[in-house]
């Protein structure tokens, strides 16, 4: 999860046709304006929620874990590129560790899903071993995986994207983008959750070949940041959960994550992405994201 403003709200359009004036051809039934106005009542409760955390009696779940996604997605946009460092702390079930230094480079698609390089720094032996994520809206997304040892690029087909990532916990499909399309989504609760109030809602993938059946995510109500992500394999048992915290707010709009801890409860396995050194709107070009030029060194 390397983990956008055009209205104050999340966007209702997806959900509800705008109406038109009543009396003119293709005027809205009054029955079409009762829904409508619950909606606009109901995202104004998700949206403001120092007015009126509490969801209205009878909401529909699923239209409100939508708008809640649609925020969060909404306040992240704009951001035009990064170039960050990370360094991957692995543990085993002993608490033996392994460290591991990447740089990772992500620009937005406006018409699609953001586009990721992921490339390891340190150590030797895995130098210059490459991750090239193409997230989409719509469809599978596309990743290719340079290997230096074989000298070679190899696309991670959607059957193995379930699978660990050069040893770590997190999965190659938890390294793109969220995107909102992804998933279908239903209201949980709210919680307080690291001292902040939180909206709980769950997400279900759309690709029948995730390795999850569902993903239970804590957002925060103030500014919609994800807190706590929690994983279920495709049998519904909790396989991993994300903690995600020391966030810091970027350009006066953007907040990211100092450290995302992931913990594998099936194995005892763990792996902390600890974030440095954000820099913003760089100038990455689509040059920056080609496949052909994986290979190269860097």
């Known amino acids: 999860m390397i983990l956008r403003t055009l209205s104050e709200f999340p ?23 009762r829904l409508f106005a619950g909606s606009v009542a109901l995202t104004l409760a998700i949206s403001m929620p120092s007015l009126s955390a509490t969801p209205p009696p009878g ?3 699923q239209a409100q ?3 809640v996604a649609e925020e969060a997605d909404r306040r992240d946009s704009g951001f035009g590129d990064t170039v960050a460092h ?9 608490g033996d560790e392994s460290r591991r230094e990447l740089q990772v480079k992500t620009m937005e698609q406006p018409e699609d899903g953001d586009k990721s390089l992921v490339f390891f720094d340190y150590p030797a032996d895995i130098r210059d071993t490459a991750l090239l994520t193409f997230s989409h809206k719509d469809g599978l997304d596309d990743q290719w995986l340079y290997l230096p040892a074989l000298k070679r690029v190899k696309r991670i087909s959607s ?18 983008s969220q995107e909102v399309e992804e998933f279908t989504y239903r209201f ?8 902040a109030e939180t909206f709980v809602i769950e997400r279900f993938p759309v690709d029948k070949k995730s390795g999850y059946s569902r993903q239970r995510v804590w957002i925060d109500q103030a500014e919609y940041r994800t807190l706590k992500v929690e994983f279920y394999d495709r049998k519904g048992s909790l396989l991993k959960t994300l903690e995600i915290d020391g966030y810091r707010l970027y350009l006066d709009r953007f907040w990211r994550p100092e450290i995302m801890r992931m913990v ?18 760089t100038g990455l070009t689509p040059g920056d994201f080609d496949r052909s030029t994986l290979d190269r060194p860097r």
């Open 188 to 195: 949980v609760r709210e919680e307080a959750l690291q001292g």
């Open 86 to 94: 990370l360094e991957m702390v692995l543990r085993n079930r002993r």
């Open 59 to 61: 909401a529909d779940p």
């Open 159 to 176: 059957s193995n994207k379930s699978g660990p990532f050069v040893g770590s916990e997190f999965a190659y499909e938890d390294l793109s």
């Open 65 to 67: 874990g939508l708008a």
């Open 11 to 33: 966007r209702l359009d997806r959900l509800f046709p705008s109406p038109a004036a009543p009396g003119r051809k293709g005027a809205p039934s009054r029955r079409q304006l």
């Open 264 to 281: 594998n409860h099936q194995s005892g396995k763990s792996t902390d992405l600890v974030w440095s050194e954000y820099r913003f709107r």
